[in-house]
């Protein structure tokens, strides 16, 4: 913009700034824009740390195709893609708020600023905005201008131009140096520190709240417990996941860049809409009701065919149904459309949810533990047979009672369809695609699912010959995967196993391949090995 060939004759008495020197300045102003920024998120509040409010902003305001495109490419890795794609735009932005002030500051200042505002209009329209969330992007913004007319002063104080009027006490060009080392230190240090204690505060926080949540489950009532998983579940020795998923390896899917971090003790769920009566829970209020125990098996609708973005735990919860019952539930009724923390929305039949044996929670346990806060501390619902996007809200805190013509929820609003129980699947986990197996006697093994319905058979195939019935594992519930295996021989060379489920209504698990949008994968999973 203002930059001018070197062989121009400046237009003012000032020589410019070095190219590198002017990037650098304006890069440091933003690395201390953004470790100010995270520090006082950490110790204020950690929804306002501006750099992740931008990325909730942009993963909010994503077009679908750009959406659909990044959970295709980079799967569950599409979060760090996101963060790193924007930390490389930043940095580009950032270089240019010094490249267009390499004679006077203004131009870049206005740079910095235009990208504080940024930040603090990501805080302001974030679902659930306070005040004190400001403060964290206003001293951000503050650092960052402040941080960058210092530096740009030191840096163009260094400029031959500039120490005419006798013996710079700072020892000439050294002084640019050793200005820009202070900066960079003082940046870097900022950026760290920021991080690490608001890191540090934050973590003390969950980890205080879970352990008040685990007394109070500890001491409340558990009405009915599951029944103990049975030998002979699942055939993990043969390569199935185990009956139940640990925790720490259950699959996790959600929109959320930063992990809500509300406490058990501020947390409140209030039932509204087209209800009798508007109800309101605290947390002691919902754990001195019948809590159950349930071990159910959650699929994510966006599992390919042989995908793994399914896992079963023992869910403790109280009964949704109970609740909706005790708050009235209006005729016309359609719609369950329930809000997280952070905003995030799903939509579930209540008719599905009324249902008497449907079983479905208000989960505050997973696993004998309180909900871990990457699945939904302190409360999410579960409901046994539908997709998670369209039931499974983590970090549950508001359930409208309404019609799905009033109210479309996140995933339906880009794309998704707007009821999606689970299709009946099945997956082959042995061999892996491409092992090498010895020729002869082989077991093949794997999992099929139909939660709510139940597994009735599953069969298996080799090289496309006749359908052969599996041994199937000991049940657990109709809400829960069930594991299946079968002895085959194969003679050396090039095979293709494949496998299809069938259902306790009958149904055949559908062979028609077909993507996960918008209710679902379908297909037979096959599996290509070689024998000898
Ligand atoms: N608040 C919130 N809840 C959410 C989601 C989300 O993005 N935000 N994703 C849903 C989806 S798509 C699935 S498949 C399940 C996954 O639950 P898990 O991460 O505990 O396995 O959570 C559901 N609940
Ligand atoms: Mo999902």
């Known amino acids: 913009m203002t930059a001018t060939a070197p062989s121009a004759p400046p237009p003012s008495p000032r020589i410019a700034l070095g190219r590198p020197v002017a990037a650098l300045v304006g890069l440091l102003a933003v690395v201390a824009a953004l470790g100010a920024g995270q520090l006082v998120a950490g110790v204020v509040s950690p929804v306002s740390a501006p750099f992740l409010a ?32 924007m930390a490389v735009v930043l940095a580009g932005i950032a270089a240019v708020a010094g490249l267009v002030s390499r004679r006077r500051p203004e131009p870049g200042t206005a740079v910095i600023t235009a990208l504080g505002l940024a930040g603090c209009a990501a805080v302001i329209f974030a679902p659930a905005f306070t005040a004190v969330d400001l403060l964290a992007p206003v001293v ?14 030191l840096a163009a104080r260094a400029l031959p131009d500039h120490r005419p009027a006798g013996p710079d006490p700072a020892g000439g060009g050294g002084m640019s140096r050793r200005g820009m080392l202070v900066g960079s230190s003082v940046a870097v240090g900022a950026l760290s520190l920021g991080g690490a204690a608001g890191g540090l505060a934050l973590g003390n926080r969950v980890r205080d709240s879970r352990r008040a949540a685990a007394d109070l489950l500890g001491r409340a ?52 809409g087209m209800t009798e009566r508007e109800l309101t829970l605290t947390y002691p209020e919902l754990l001195a009701r019948p809590l159950v125990e349930r071990t159910i098996t959650l699929a994510c609708v966006s599992n390919p065919v042989g995908g793994d973005l399914i896992s079963t735990a023992t869910f403790t919860g109280v009964e949704l149904r109970d609740v909706l019952l005790q708050a009235g539930v209006r005729p016309g009724a359609e719609q369950l459309l329930s809000t997280s923390s952070d905003g995030w929305t799903a939509g579930t039949p209540v008719q599905v949810v009324l249902e008497p044996d449907r079983g479905a929670l208000l989960a505050v346990g997973m696993n004998g533990e309180p909900l871990p806060p990457e699945h939904g501390f302190p409360v999410r619902m579960v409901v046994p047979g539908l997709y998670g996007y369209v039931s499974a809200t983590k970090w549950l805190t508001d359930i409208e009672v309404t019609t799905f013509d009033a109210a479309h929820a996140y995933w339906v609003d880009r794309g998704w369809a707007e009821r999606a129980p689970i299709k009946t699947q099945s997956r082959i986990d042995r061999p892996r695609g491409f092992a090498t197996v010895p020729t002869g006697r082989f077991t093949v093994a794997g999992i099929a699912w139909a939660q709510h319905t139940g597994i009735a058979a599953v069969q298996v195939r080799v090289d496309g010959g006749p359908w052969q019935q599996a041994e199937l594992a000991t049940e657990v519930n109709r809400d829960t995967w069930r594991m299946w295996k079968l002895d085959v021989d194969v003679a050396p060379g090039s095979h293709t196993v494949q496998s299809r489920a069938v259902d306790r209504s009958g149904a055949t698990q559908v062979e028609t391949r077909a993507d996960p949008v918008p209710d679902g994968a379908t297909g037979w999973p096959a599996v290509v090995f070689t024998a000898g």
Do not use: C
């Open 54 to 85: 931008v990325g909730d902003a942009v993963i909010r305001l994503a077009p679908q195709p750009v959406v659909e495109f990044a959970k295709d490419a980079f799967g569950t890795a599409d979060k760090p893609v996101l963060l790193s794609g």
């Open 140 to 153: 951000a913004l503050g650092v960052g201008v402040a941080v960058f007319r210092v530096l740009h002063r």
């Open 221 to 272: 009532a558990v009405v009915e417990r599951a029944p103990a998983v049975p030998p002979g579940a699942d055939f993990a020795d043969l390569g199935t996941p185990s009956m139940i998923t640990s925790n720490a390896d259950f699959y996790r899917i959600d929109t959320a860049l930063r992990i809500p971090t509300g406490s058990a003790a501020d947390w409140s769920l209030r039932i509204h």
